[in-house]
């Protein structure tokens, strides 16, 4: 089991930067593809990044395309979400969450994935 714990939310200006930390329990972390995804209030959970156990294949939603970069540590059991140039339209709660599946063609759809953290907020003000 792998549990998830997510820090580095906050409040920015638009044009601001954040930098999302994912901090994974136990010694299996770099056996689980990683991905982040977002809910903002009213709205499904979206898939925003992810990243594959070897940090060799990244994919990105094309809302974050150019603005965010996902990047993970196995050495720390880390992964981290880079994300610049904010807009207001990136205020949501931020997830991280493991895949056990590397390769995966449904990497975008929540059920893939085994194990989720508890979010951590983020809020972009214009």
């Known amino acids: 089991q792998v549990q998830l714990a997510e820090s580095g939310g906050g409040l920015v200006q638009a044009g601001g930067s954040l930098r999302l930390s994912c901090a994974a329990s136990?010694?299996?972390?770099?056996?689980?593809?990683m991905g982040w995804f977002r809910q903002a209030p009213g709205k499904e959970r979206e898939f925003v990044s992810r990243?594959?156990?070897?940090?060799?294949?990244?994919y990105y939603a094309d809302s974050v395309k150019g603005r965010f970069t996902i990047s993970r540590d196995n050495a720390k059991n880390t992964v981290y979400l880079q994300m610049n140039s904010l807009k207001p339209a990136d205020t949501a709660v931020y997830y991280c969450?493991?895949?056990?599946?590397?390769?995966?063609?449904?990497?975008?759809?929540?059920?893939?994935?085994?194990?989720w953290g508890q979010g951590t907020q983020v809020t972009v003000s214009s």
């Open positions: 969450a493991a895949d056990a599946n590397d390769y995966s063609g449904n990497y975008y759809y929540p059920p893939q994935y085994d194990y």
């Open positions: 136990g010694r299996t972390f770099s056996t689980y593809a």
């Open positions: 990243i594959s156990r070897s940090g060799g294949t990244t």
